[in-house]
């Protein structure tokens, strides 16, 4: 099946720094990339949708300016928190999809835990 | 907007014995329906998924079903181990790549030995 990555796994940062996640498709071509996140024993709460070479679209309540996307490649994106605040402590997924002709399945990454002091 | 709805939200079973999770729907558009698993700490992890072209789908111990006409599927595992424990969401979708998915609110399964 396909595989996608995120790094770091987790991160400990201080309030008013910022931190970048990555997110790789390892063995297929994603057109489309996700982003959630996810407090504990609650549902996945979507972020945004970045197509790769295009802007991403943000869902609605979700700030573009504190939670920037990057879909450089096909097979990476990136979401950056700037000046994260202990509220921004969740679990942070990212999913891909696209790779495969005629399917739409999102596989979805490992996680980032987000822990801001 | 779509809007999924899950339940129940946990469910506890007898090792062996089957388990049963439901999800209604309101977008008919929709027509993509994935299953997820999802162990704690972990991203979800896709287990079994259906199209609104077709009635059921099964593979090995899980089985999904698909009433369109009552915007309803469901989830059945049989012969339940402890590995099985786990949360487990429904979601819906438009069905192309890029479309989003719109989970439920998840479902948390105890299979005691």
């Known amino acids: 099946g396909a595989v996608v990555s995120q790094h770091p796994s987790w991160v400990i940062c201080k309030s008013g720094t910022s931190v970048k996640i990555e997110c790789r498709s390892l063995?297929?071509?994603?057109?489309?990339m996700f982003w959630y996140r996810q407090f504990p024993k609650q549902s996945l709460m979507l972020m945004a949708t970045s197509n790769e070479g295009s802007k991403a679209t943000y869902e609605q309540g979700v700030e573009k300016d504190k939670f920037l996307i990057n879909h450089a490649s096909l097979t990476l994106s990136t979401l950056t928190v700037t000046s994260a605040h202990p509220e921004d402590s969740s679990f942070y997924i990212c999913s891909a999809a696209g790779g495969l002709a005629g399917r739409n399945e999102q596989f979805f990454g490992p996680g980032t835990r987000l822990t801001v002091l | 907007g779509e809007n999924v709805e899950q339940h129940p939200s946990t469910l506890s079973v007898q090792e062996g014995d089957s388990a049963v999770i439901k999800c209604t729907y309101s977008d008919s558009a929709s027509n993509y329906f994935p299953w997820y698993k999802q162990e704690l700490g972990k991203g979800p992890q896709l287990i079994i998924d259906i199209r609104s072209n077709v009635g059921e789908k099964k593979d090995q111990r899980i089985a999904v079903t698909l009433n369109k006409t009552a915007k309803h599927f469901s989830l059945h595992i049989t012969e339940t181990q402890p590995e099985d424990s786990a949360v487990y969401f429904c979601a819906a979708s438009m069905g192309a790549a890029g479309n989003k998915l719109t989970f439920g609110g998840g479902t948390r399964v105890l299979v005691k030995p």
């Open positions: 063995d297929f071509q994603a057109t489309t």
